[in-house]
Structures are given as structure tokens and as C-alpha cells.
């Protein structure tokens, strides 16, 4: 059975740094590429970042809103993907969810139950 | 960057009814478009992928078309379970995704 599951997240000051993990199992995890996405609190779905299943240079993608400030990465010996967050803003307050891509064009097909980041003085 | 706009936004529906939501793409992203359903305080699930591929396990009343810039999520016949917001999603640029702004079904 496939399971995701995030952890790390809670309350930050604005400026602080979060480090968010995820532990994925049930599946041969460095064949399949790994995707964070979030919701703030009653808005829609945004994507945040991705890393291939190699998670070699240059296979990791940012959106523009956490470019330079967040950092996606795995580790395929213990099947864990993380996602570092520093100079947090406010606007990132939101649910982050971690998921696994099907395939790099067709969508993820398997999704953790998201952790909450709050951003706030 | 590649921006997706759904329509509508929201809308009211009643069981039995055939539900349709659109999808526009940017610029054309082939056939490179996911659907999503997601239900309040639950992780999205994805319904259809490469526009119109039904995922394993998602009831055949779902369905997907288009390729270029417009897509289509057709409900054939409305459920209760159904009544949840509908997300479509870019692939079309590897592992760099963009998600449509969501169409909140509700109950008439």
C-alpha cells in the first residue's frame, strides 16, 4: 500500500525558517518524481516545487513565489523527500501537501494529508 | 509561465444533472492536463490525467476531453458525493505545474 506522510510543520515568525519532511513508502521511490503543493487557508491548490526521482542537479522546479527561498530535496536511501523554507512570509501560511507524480506529465496520483505552516508574529 | 483559468467558478447543480467544467490553457499544452476532485479538509485525488485517461478506480460517470488550450470535465450524472471543488492542472512543462483557480460544485 502506498503511503505519504508530511510532518514539520507548525508556527513560524515571519523571517524564520521550517524545514517540512515527508516519508513515503509502498512504491520504489527513486522512480518516481516527488511534488509539494499548497493551499492557503480557503483558496485553491498551488504548486511549489517538484524534484525528479534521481533528485540529481538540475532536476529540481520552484514556482516563482518560493524561488530563492525554499529548497526541495530527497533522500533515496530512506525513501524521505523535504522541503527547507527560509525567509518565511505571511503569504506563505497554508496546508502543504506532498505528493507523488504518476509520471512527470500525468499528474499525482498519491497525496499525504497535508501539515499546516503558519506564519505569524 | 503557463496560467490556467477554469470556468465557472462555482456552480449549482442537482443530483441526476450532467455537470460540465472548462479548462483554458495559456498556450497549448498538447494533451497535458489533469483533473482533480477535493473534498473539504482532504487531500486533492485525481480523477482524469492526459485530458481524458480516467484514473484507476474513478467512477465512469467522469470524463475528459480537449487538447491545445481547451479542456472539458464532464459529470455525466451528478452523485452526493460528487458536491466537491474540481481542480485542473498543467503538466505540460515538466515537473513545473500549474494549477486552474478551482469550480466549487454545490447543491442546488
Known amino acids: 500500500e502506498v503511503q505519504v506522510l508530511e510532518s514539520g510543520g507548525g508556527l513560524v515568525q515571519p523571517g524564520g525558517s521550517l524545514r517540512l519532511s515527508c516519508a513515503a513508502s509502498g512504491f520504489t521511490f527513486s522512480s518516481y518524481a516527488m511534488i509539494w503543493v499548497r493551499q492557503a487557508p480557503g483558496k485553491g491548490l498551488e504548486w511549489v516545487s517538484s524534484?525528479?526521482?534521481?533528485?540529481?542537479?538540475?532536476?529540481?522546479y520552484y514556482a516563482d513565489s518560493v524561488k530563492g527561498r525554499f529548497t526541495i530535496s530527497r533522500d533515496n536511501s530512506k525513501n524521505t523527500v523535504s522541503l527547507q523554507m527560509n525567509s518565511l512570509r505571511v503569504e506563505d501560511t497554508a496546508i502543504y501537501y506532498c505528493?507523488?507524480?504518476?509520471?512527470?506529465?500525468?499528474?499525482?496520483?498519491?497525496w499525504g494529508q497535508g501539515t499546516l505552516v503558519t506564519v505569524s508574529s | 509561465d503557463i496560467q490556467m483559468t477554469q470556468s465557472p467558478s462555482s456552480l449549482s447543480a442537482s443530483v441526476g444533472d450532467r455537470v460540465t467544467i472548462t479548462c483554458r490553457a495559456s498556450?497549448?499544452?498538447?494533451?497535458?492536463l489533469n483533473w482533480y476532485q477535493q473534498k473539504p479538509g482532504k487531500a486533492p485525488k485525481v480523477l482524469i490525467y492526459?485530458?481524458?485517461s480516467l484514473q484507476s478506480g474513478v467512477p465512469s460517470r467522469f470524463s475528459g476531453s480537449g487538447s491545445g488550450t481547451d479542456f472539458t470535465l464532464t459529470i455525466s450524472s451528478l452523485q452526493p458525493e460528487d458536491f466537491a471543488t474540481y481542480y485542473c492542472q498543467q503538466s505540460y512543462t515538466t515537473l513545473s505545474w500549474t494549477f486552474g483557480q478551482g469550480t466549487k460544485v454545490e447543491i442546488k
Open positions: 492526459a485530458a481524458s
Open positions: 524534484i525528479s526521482g534521481s533528485g540529481g542537479s538540475g532536476s529540481t
Open positions: 505528493a507523488k507524480s504518476q509520471d512527470g506529465f500525468y499528474g499525482a496520483d498519491y
Open positions: 498556450q497549448s499544452i498538447s494533451i497535458y
